[in-house]
Each structure stands twice: as C-alpha cells, then as structure tokens.
C-alpha cells in the first residue's frame, strides 16, 4: 500500500507517476480489467475520471440536462443499456482496490459554446447532474436488484479533469471548491512541482519529448495518436515503431525526473484502442518496467495530493527550487 510520510531535511521524494483515465468508460476491448490487472502486479494505484453519462442507459438519456443544450445531449454518448452491469462493476472493483475516481464530468462538451464558455454555476449544474446520474444509476437502468456501488459519489471525488482540459478556471474553481475538492487535473505545462491556485492543487499534464522526432507532446495517448496518424487510424506498418516511440517517451520523461528534481510524471490516457492499440500495450509497458522500481511510486492524484500535504512549507519550497 502507499504510505505518505513526511520528508526529512534534505531527503529526497520519491519518483511519484500518476496516470489518469478518462471517461473511465467499458469498452469492446475490456482495457478497464487489463489495467486493474497491470496496477496489481505492479503495487500501482490509477485514477479513473469517470464520465457519468457513462452509468446512464441511451434509452434514458434525456434525464441529462447539459449546460446550454437541449437535454439528451451529449458528445461522448451514452452508455448502452446492456453494459450498465459491466460499468457499475468495474468502477466497484476497481474503488475496492484502492484506486481512485475521480470526474471527468458528463456531456464532454468542448469549444467556445460548450465548457469553454461555462460560469460557475453551470460547472455546479453539472457536477451535480454528475452525482446524481451515478448515484441513481440502478434505478435508471432498471438494475434495483443489483448490489450498489460501494461508495457515495459526493464523497470520493477529490477533483477532476475537464474535458478538453478546457474552462475558464476562475469559474471552474470556485465551483470546485464548494464541493470540497482538492486539486484540478485540467492543465498543460511541464515535468514540475506541484503548486497551488485557488486552494487546489494543480495537476497539469507535461509536455515531453518525442524521441527521435525533435518535437513535443503532451503526455496522453490521444496527443501521440494525433502527432503519429493525424487522430485516425492508419499506416499499420508503423504501428510497431510508433509504439516503440511512445513507450520511450514515457520512460524517458520518468528517468529525467527520477535523476533530476524527481517532480511527479502526470500521463493520462484513455479506454481506447487507437492504431491498434499500439498505446495502450506502451503504457503497461511502462507500468511494467518503472512501477516496480524502488524509488518509483505510482500513485493516484489523491495519494499524491495526500503526500504533498504532508510536507512542510520549507520541504516544498526546497523541492520547487531544485534544478
């Protein structure tokens, strides 16, 4: 199990990797077991944003009233009804091994007229659809004789990541913060110490190195399927390359930081099988070779949210100062 512990003068942190889902939804693959799986072996914790849209049943969409769209809207879709049972017991398998879940929210509305443009009050509206939408989600789906989720919704979420990494975040986090939360996963920058803004932790997701290339990108699989194949899947003859590339991205960006300042590696990915699913075998490739290093902790944001509020101010301050 992971242990916070406070540092002593001068002692160095751990190499702390978080990696996120999003959407957390089942798919055809069934990557949501295979990572539970790979976290297992590897003594790793993983963050799943869930989208709530995926515990509501297609037939009953129009219980969700987005923010500015008509209701039943959504750009991500909804959940088939047949693959309720499936969703609800991945989420509970993987709550009961001690991940985390976390929101990616519901609808995945992106662009000027969708999050972009959100006030307060809509990111409330909508956290709180969230909430309801899971915690209702037997009755939604018609599953009231099936066992309940073995959480409450309202009370393990610590943040999130919107979609798109997309929101005015004055808005946004004063929303965040009636709520209780902790930190926000929404941002971009680079392999850095944590900072606060707003009371939450900022959790961005770094740009890193594509080897061979010159070039950056954003650690999240969508971001190397973009850069590799233009976000469509194609050429088969480079899957294998590719694949290849994106593992050693990660790596790389883990060893920098573990012989650097050690500041935590933030890659996010999701349940998708883009150009074969050539980056999800990269990532348990990863989780595989670095997890079970010794200075290497793979850790959920709560965790590492916990870690971090354990340390004394001059702890922090010696972190972010070292080169």
Not at 109 to 134: K, L, N, P
Not at 223 to 245: D, I, M, V
Not at 263 to 270: D, K, L, Q, S, Y
Not at 288 to 300: G, K, L, N
Request: aromatic content about 12%; hydrophobic content about 35%; glycine content about 10%.
């Amino acid at each position: 199990m992971f242990e916070r512990c406070r540092l002593r003068d001068g002692e160095r942190p751990p190499q702390f990797v978080v990696i996120s889902f999003d959407g957390a939804g089942v798919d055809d693959q069934g990557w949501f077991p295979v990572f539970r799986e790979t976290a297992e072996r590897n003594n790793a914790f993983l963050t799943f944003f869930l989208s709530g849209v995926y515990l509501l049943p297609s037939d009953r969409k129009e219980l969700y009233r987005p923010p500015g769209r008509r209701p039943g809207s959504s750009d991500i879709g909804f959940q088939r009804p047949g693959r309720i049972d499936e969703q609800a017991e991945e989420l509970a398998a993987a709550y009961t091994a001690g991940h985390e879940i976390g929101t990616h929210f519901n609808g995945h509305f992106c662009g000027s007229d969708g999050v972009r443009s959100w006030s307060a009050g809509d990111w409330r509206d909508e956290i709180e659809q969230f909430h309801t939408i899971v915690e209702n989600w037997r009755a939604n789906s018609g599953r009231d004789h099936r066992p309940d989720l073995p959480f409450r919704i309202r009370d393990v979420v610590k943040g999130g990541r919107t979609p798109c990494l997309e929101g005015r975040r004055e808005a946004m986090f004063r929303a965040f913060k009636q709520y209780g939360w902790r930190y926000d996963a929404s941002g971009t920058g680079t392999v850095s110490w944590p900072h606060r803004r707003a009371g939450l932790w900022q959790f961005p997701l770094p740009s890193i190195r594509m080897p061979g290339s010159g070039r950056m990108v954003l650690a999240m699989d969508y971001n190397f399927f973009t850069l590799h194949s233009g976000a469509k899947s194609g050429r088969p003859h480079e899957w294998n390359r590719w694949e290849r590339q994106t593992t050693e991205a990660y790596l790389r960006a883990i060893e920098g930081s573990l012989d650097g300042d050690r500041a935590p590696v933030f890659i996010g990915n999701h349940f998708e099988s883009w150009n074969d699913g050539i980056y999800m075998r990269a990532l348990i490739t990863v989780m595989d070779e670095a997890c079970r290093r010794d200075e290497v902790r793979c850790v959920s944001f709560e965790q590492l949210a916990d870690w971090l509020d354990a340390q004394s101010p001059r702890t922090l301050t010696r972190l972010r100062q070292q080169m």
